[in-house]
């Protein structure tokens, strides 16, 4: 013990010199624990700078168990610091005492000197002798240096580190970073550092330590969830794990799920252990600025007054604990170049309470009050309003509403739009017109837009902006009520009636009015597809695009560009329709509905082209989205896709167990009840279950002929399946040349395909091969370019067999291949010899033709014709408007798909088919 009363009258507690107990449920760090130990026998100084929590003594704790447990030989010692250490002879007693402990064989005479009073440099002078003399290696850690502030203590300690003998290495654990010389001994090679960074959990680290923490393992989602949170800080995850192993296994995902700064526990932590023992100047910044969104030097200054908020904001980044630096958002304003700045939530929530605690609400309003007029004035006007929330001048976020959020701007984050007008009191919003008409499509734009109830919903406010704008005779609002209570009946699927909708706003629109007249004729295209218009409707897309564009309204045009891929599709222009689906998808990032319902179209041609695997993944990506975002719709039009692609693949017991749930589920949807029924129909009549075809047949021509017309004719051509399968071939004769007449005139034609593909069989089941194969060649030629597949394989083995018997009778290269190409995607067995013999005026060796040609795609048709009149690539190139590095990989592509090798080879393949 006399070791450890080193100076007169000055009593050593014995506890600071002994390293703390290792806590139960240690996760064991073995990659830190090699640093740490490599650090120590490799530096003089090993600093571990992190705030509370990082886990900074129970690392070095861990090393030190281990090292004892290793080797008797290194000797340890440990000082825990307070603020009473901060005179100098106190910090040096019980520096000189830590180090008596740990050699008490040795008798130092520094701590007499200590005691009578010598001056220091003379004191450390002596003590560094005699560490100098000591035998063997020691490692001497301090504690909580953070508490030590005194300039003389630094000083004197950067003397000893400089002539710290070699067999002597200095530990340090602080939450700040210490007045030393830490630069000029990190260039030295004498300092190693590990920072706050290094000591966070990783995904690993915190599964590992969860799964031995609690009675049940978190899924790794739930994990990711609380690191995301916690940032990785130790302490959080430690506490988060303590508040969930005392719950019942089944409520532990949940508790960790909602695990955040408001958890007392972890509240009064960062509170006492973090907050309290800051600086006074440096604990006010945080509380006055805690409740910011966004907070910059400029701002921070403007709440606080303090000039140095600069420097505050750089250095709690740089410790990247409260707070993190924040990416400049494009479109937002700048502030003079300055760095922004963003609070982690899980501490920000504990500022917050004590902000209140401590100051008070009125004085948090005032200052939220302050933020909201910088806000503003700089152009943020997000921030402004959730300030002006947080002041409770609700008049005032209404005044702020209606300066962001008019009804023609949509561009806006209109999920935070509708949470603010949820948030505002009723009384608030219902007597302001354009925050109703707001709130009405806000509300459409943010829920399923099929499902009648949000019909309902939507109306509420957008009847009171039609009743107060009525009441003004403001026509031009009124009229894009009007064109906006179209989209709302248009999503319900009800064209007709929306017809009304959009021609009253058209009466009331200005011309001027490029946004919602570019909405109204948007509109309008729906009606022209319900009547099969596609001609029609194509005319009033380029209208309405182009004014969608001029509007920048973002929204209307990518309904538009959907709805022009589907022309493309109905035309049989695939390719076409691909590219525009391709841009909405890029164009929609921040619109999850959109992109589901863009790769469920996706996935529709590729199945339509019996790309099944892609078209499978398509699929899966767009149901998991529609499950997301709740559009019902969707997924029931996803579910019926779903049955064509296992019925195609054989799979027909759970095609037909999915079909019957799907028929039960779309009982609210008499339209789409009507298309699933058809379709069952379809597979009906290919198993040859005829009896249950012609009930529904029967039950068809009960009903009125109404809805829209590809429903009509989806239904009509089923109906021509059923008639063939019954032998009926001239009733089957008279109903397909209607639909034939009609898809020829409005330029459907997919449509014109199926009818040229359902004739061939009637005339081959009449026994009439010659017009069976004039109608099997109309129908290849229209899919060939665009490799449209499905008219020919949905129908099972009477397509197939169909296939098989005609195509002798085709004589064109290309629609030969492609029709052996149907035969082999259906893993059928190879023709008969009669197909593989080449027709007389095909120049190329049969065997080549069948096992190498695949279809050109309709550019590669177009720069084969070019090719064939002896233009050169850059002539090519400038006739279809691009490079000419396209153009060779385009005649690379024909070289390879036709298995020729130059140019006279192409020129008489195209003189031989191009005509064709």
Known sequence: MQNLNLIKNIPILGTKLQPPSLPEGLLERPELLARLDHSIHNHRLTLLKAPAGFGKTTLVGQWLAETRSRTSQEKVGWLT?????????????????????????????????????EPAAETLAVFLNELAELPGRGVVILEDFHRIVNPEIHRNLVF???????????????????????????????????PADDLRFSQVNTQKYLGQTLAVIPSP??????????????????????????????????????????????REFIINEILQPLPDNLKDFLLKTSFLN??????????????????????????????????????????????????????????????????????????????????????????AIEMEFLTQDYERVADLLETITPPVNLTIDIFRVRNWLERLPERVWQVRPALCFTFAMVLLFTSDRASPATRLQVEIPLKLAEKKWLAEENWPNLGAVMAFRSCLIWFQGDYRQGLSAITQALEWLPETEVYWRGIALCNLVPHQLYEGRLNNALSLLREAIRLNVVSNNQYSKRAGLSMLAEVYRFRLELDQAIQVYNQIFEEAIQDPSDRSQTLFHLAEICFDRNELETATRYLEQAMAGAREVGDDLLQVKGTLLLIRLKNIKGEVVQAEKLLQMLVARTQNWPLLLREVEAYQAQFNIARGELKTARHWSVMLNNLPAEGPRTLLEREGLVQARLLIAQTSYGVAHTLLDRWLREAQEQGRAASECECWYLKARAYSGEGNNPLATHAIRQALALAQPENYCQVFLEDGISGVELLRTLLPGITEPALLVFGRTLLRDRLLPEPPAALRQSPP????????????????SRQEQRVLRLLSEGLSNSEIADELVVSVNTIKSQVKSIYRKLDINNRREARRFATQTISA
């Not at 307070?82 to 008596?100: E, I, K, L, V």
């Open 160 to 194: 000893m580190i400089d002539h710290l003998p070699r067999q002597v290495r200095l530990v340090i654990l602080t939450r700040t970073e210490p007045s030393l010389p830490l630069a000029r001994w990190r260039a030295n090679g004498e300092l190693y550092s590990l």
């Open 81 to 117: 610091l307070d603020a009473g250490n901060n005179y100098w002879r106190s910090f040096w007693n019980y520096f000189m005492a830590a180090c008596g402990k740990t050699w008490p064989e040795i008798k130092f005479s520094a701590p007499e000197m200590l005691s009578a009073g």
């Open 294 to 383: 966004l907070v910059s030097p400029a701002l921070a200054e403007t709440l606080t007054g303090l000039s140095e908020s600069a420097l505050l904001l750089e250095e709690l980044a740089t410790s990247n604990f409260f707070l993190a630096r924040q990416e400049q958002t494009a479109g937002r304003p700048a502030e003079g170049g300055l760095q922004w700045f963003i609070y982690r939530d899980l501490l920000a929530r504990a500022l917050r309470f004590q902000a209140r605690r401590q100051f008070g609400e009125t004085l948090i309003r005032e200052l939220a009050g302050k933020a909201s007029l910088w806000y503003a004035g700089n152009g943020w006007m997000d921030e």
């Open 221 to 266: 989602e739930v994990v990711k969830g609380l690191l995301d949170k916690t940032g990785g800080w130790p302490g959080g995850i430690v506490l988060a794990a303590q508040g969930a192993s005392i719950l019942p296994a089944d409520e532990i995902e949940k508790f960790l799920r909602n695990f955040n700064g408001d958890f007392p526990p972890l």
């Open 841 to 856: 005026t095909l120049a190329l060796a049969p065997a080549r033709l069948m096992t190498v040609i695949e279809p050109l």
